[in-house]
Structures are given as C-alpha cells and as structure tokens.
C-alpha cells in the first residue's frame, strides 16, 4: 500500500488521468478496475477521517490523499517508464552560467544552439533541455504527475531564452499570452550580410508555411496567406574584406509581432539581408567560407530578451539572455 498526497500542481484534474500519469505502463482498463475493486481511495472531506472510493471522474482537490492498495511489484512494474531521464541520457553539464531567472515558478536559461529541447528517439543518448532541466530541479519538485514545461518551441541550432514554468495554473494562463502576441514582447539578435535598407523598418509580408516540402524551402513569401509583422534595428555595421570578397555584416536588433514559423529567417531574406549561415535563405558558399575562416558552425540568431505578465509575481517581467559566446567571438574576429 502506498500514500500520495494531492499538491497544487497535481490538483484540479480527474482522478483516473492522474492514476495514469502515474502508472505509465497501466491500461485505462486496468486503472477503472483497480478502482472497481476498491484498491483506490480518496479521503477528500477532512470533517471525516475515512478513505472512500471515488469515481474515475472525481477532481483532486489540493490536499487530497489517495490511498492504493497494490503489491510492490504491480508498483514497480506500472510505474517504470519507457525513458528513463537519469538513465537513459549522455548527460552533458549543465552550466549555471546560463540561468537567466529562477523562482517558485519559473526557471529561465539561455539554450546554447544545437541542443534538442525535447527528448527524440527514445535510443538516442543524446541530451536535450527538458531531461536537464528536470535533472537540475529534480529535488525542488512537489508534483507527482507535472514536470516543468516549456511555453514555446524553438529551433535546434538557434541559441535561445527559454522559459520553464514549475506551476501548472501559472503555465496555463501563460499559454494564452504566448497565444495572443500583444502580450507578450520578444527581441532577437541576428547577424545579416549586407547593408540594411534602412537603419530601422517594418517587414509585413505575410507567410506561407508548405508541409512535406521537398526541393523548396519551407516557408515563403505568399500575399495570400498568414499575416507577419517583424520590427528591426540596426545595431552595429562591419565591413570585411578578405582576399574573395568584399562584404558588409550588419548587427541587428529585431522584435516580432506574430510567431510564424522561421519568420525573421524568411523576412530578412526578403531585404537581401539573410542571417548568416542560415542553410535554407541564403548563399551556402558563404556558408562555408565563414565556417572555414571564422568558425561560424550555426545560424546567427539568438533569442535575447523577452517581456511578459509573471502571474505569481503580479507584475511584468522583462528578462535577457546574454549574446551567446561563439556569436560574440564571430564579431571580434571580424573586427580585426
């Protein structure tokens, strides 16, 4: 027999989903006859102080216990997982050098580029940013059943602010903000060839996302499609001369009004000002040169501030990712 006992993160949803959050490896049917014969039971009145059973539908409360009668053995056997985080992973080092922000409900890092956010083939020894961050908070969890999750996706090879909510009430009304783009404010930094048009302007041309696309690039400009407004800045301009080519590199400050896929990426192109080493929008020769002279092995995008509502603070939060180091050393090589 074993005890849990109902926190915050855990509260406010059926009781059979959490008995399969779980037990993993259990069948719902399993679960609905665990229950039948009255293996599970809730103590949800504390006027009382008997164990009861509960439908399958029942709403955990906060404080809620559940008592489930099983062997050690159907606890080991339901519980394992297919992936197990500690196990299963080559773990790398976390630096803490890339904490942005923590508190109780929040846990904010700055994601070095060519690391997965997610976990990929469960074969894979590969690390990405969930297992390590769940490494990292492993004893600061209160929950059975939530894990901290993330708000947004975002590219392999892009550095990157990342925000990781350890509540689940904050995470879900955050996830409406990022829904809705007025709420919340992102800013990027990016490295373009060439002059810039203007030192500051507006791109609106809208995108057209192709599924399955095979000999195009994925995203492109379409009239008829979604609207997309991105904001840029010039930051800093550097000539390079090298015995091939003559070549001006601009440093840039862009904010985005909508989220569509690979929109600043599409949008500068569209100037005649790509991100350098970007593989799909620009010129793959130049890709190599830079990579050969300057080591340049990624694209020059980084998700460097953000602006939004911290529910468990009341108030707004705006928060900044330092300028990745392999970008920082590109400008300086450049610069001599």
């Known amino acids: 027999m074993k005890l849990y006992k109902i926190e ?33 039971k809730v103590k949800f009145d504390w006027s009382e102080w008997k164990f009861k059973k509960r439908d399958n539908e029942y709403k955990l409360q906060v404080w809620d216990e559940i008592k489930i009668h099983l062997s050690d053995k159907d606890f080991d056997e339901l519980t394992k997982k297919e992936e ?18 923590e508190d109780s409900d929040l846990f904010v890092i700055n994601k070095n580029a060519w690391i997965n956010v997610h976990p990929g083939d469960h074969k894979t020894k590969e690390s990405n940013v969930i297992a390590l961050v769940q490494d990292y908070l492993w004893d600061k969890l209160n929950s059975l059943t939530f894990k901290p999750s993330l708000i947004h996706r975002i590219d392999r090879d892009t550095s990157w602010i990342l925000l990781i909510w350890k509540k689940k009430d904050i995470l879900m009304k955050l996830v409406n903000d990022f829904k809705d783009h007025k709420k919340v404010k992102k800013t990027y930094y990016a490295i373009v060839l060439w002059k810039l048009p203007k030192k500051k302007g507006t791109i609106t041309k809208k995108l057209l996302r192709i599924e399955n696309a095979k000999n195009e690039n994925k995203v492109q400009i379409s009239e008829k499609w979604l609207n997309a407004v991105s904001h840029y800045k010039l930051l800093k301009e550097h000539i390079l001369q090298t015995k091939e080519w003559v070549l001006i590199l601009s440093e840039v400050e862009i904010e985005i009004e909508t989220g569509r896929m690979h929109q600043i990426r599409v949008h ?69």
Do not use: C
Not at 9 to 35: E, I, M, S, V, Y
């Open 8 to 40: 915050e993160n855990d509260a406010n949803q059926r009781l059979d989903k959490f008995l399969k959050k779980l037990f993993p490896r259990a069948t719902r049917g399993l679960l609905f006859k665990f229950n039948r014969k009255d293996k599970i």
């Open 268 to 336: 500068m192109a569209s100037l005649g000002n790509p991100i350098l080493w970007d593989k799909a929008y620009w010129n793959k020769k130049l890709n190599s040169f830079f990579e050969r002279n300057f080591w340049l092995k990624r694209q020059a995008l980084h998700a460097w501030k953000i602006d939004f509502f911290h529910y468990g603070r009341e108030r707004l939060l705006n928060l900044e990712a330092r300028i990745k180091k392999d970008l920082v050393d590109f400008i300086n090589k450049i610069k001599k």
């Open 84 to 101: 197990e985080i500690k196990t299963n992973i080559s773990w790398e080092k976390f630096d803490k050098k890339d904490i942005v922000f």
